[in-house]
């Protein structure tokens, strides 16, 4: 079953509103999670990277206030996009590393979010 | 600069016929190759992570292995099903995990 869970898997918003996408581990505990952009046919696009308690560190070229990341707990962190245009359309995955029943310290993805902003 | 290319970046196989992907880094220090199974409009499923030169894992129809270069994902017999794109990862000393850009795989029925 799923290990990293993404919630939610599609949204439409309009110009302007502000849209919160939850990245979970179920059985592990993250103490690092990154956030990725993918563009059709295209491979993984990093955004930042985020510890548990620490601010996130962004890739170049990603604006820090345009997707604020928060990763508060060892099984929790949020991307929202904020005041989201057209532009901002894509499909959005997490992933979460860290320590689990196996210990191998593996890194699994979400099934991605596809945001539409209308 | 850490760097991981994927080839070919695209492979079509007709329902049987056996073939082989290609991963090849160049990084600092290597922890750990990851390897992954995309379909469209979904996250990457985790197939296998490798840790060191001569390392071997399998799967049902695939087979991951690993040198000190590159790593390979040999696909036995395939079938329809496993048209995807395959990525492949390395996770660096330094935590980083730098991503190849992907082989698009189609099996042809």
């Known amino acids: 079953g799923a290990v990293v869970s993404q919630h939610p898997s599609w949204v439409i918003c309009k110009s302007g509103t502000s849209v919160k996408i939850e990245c979970r581990s179920l059985d592990f505990q993250a103490t690092t999670m990154f956030w990725y952009r993918q563009f059709p046919k295209q491979s993984l696009m990093l955004m930042a990277t985020s510890n548990e308690g620490s601010k996130a560190t962004y890739e170049q070229g990603v604006e820090k206030d345009k997707f604020l990341i928060n990763h508060a707990s060892l099984t929790l962190s949020t991307l929202t996009v904020t005041s989201a245009h057209p532009e901002d359309s894509s499909f959005y995955i997490c992933s979460a590393y860290g320590s689990g029943r196996s210990n191998t310290g593996e890194l699994f993805f979400g099934e991605g979010s596809r945001l539409t902003v209308l | 600069e850490d760097q991981v290319t994927q080839s070919p970046e695209a492979l079509r196989l007709q329902e049987g016929e056996s073939s082989s992907l290609n991963c090849s880094y160049t990084v600092s220090g290597l922890r750990g190759l990851f390897w992954y199974r995309q379909d469209p409009g979904k996250g990457p499923e985790f197939l296998f992570t490798?840790?060191?030169a001569g390392e071997e894992k399998e799967k049902e129809r695939l087979k991951a292995t690993l040198t000190k270069k590159e790593s390979f994902l040999h696909i036995t017999a395939p079938k329809p099903e496993d048209s995807a794109t395959y990525l492949c990862a390395v996770q660096t000393y330094g935590q980083n995990f730098v991503f190849g850009p992907g082989t698009r795989l189609s099996v042809l029925p």
């Open positions: 490798l840790y060191s």
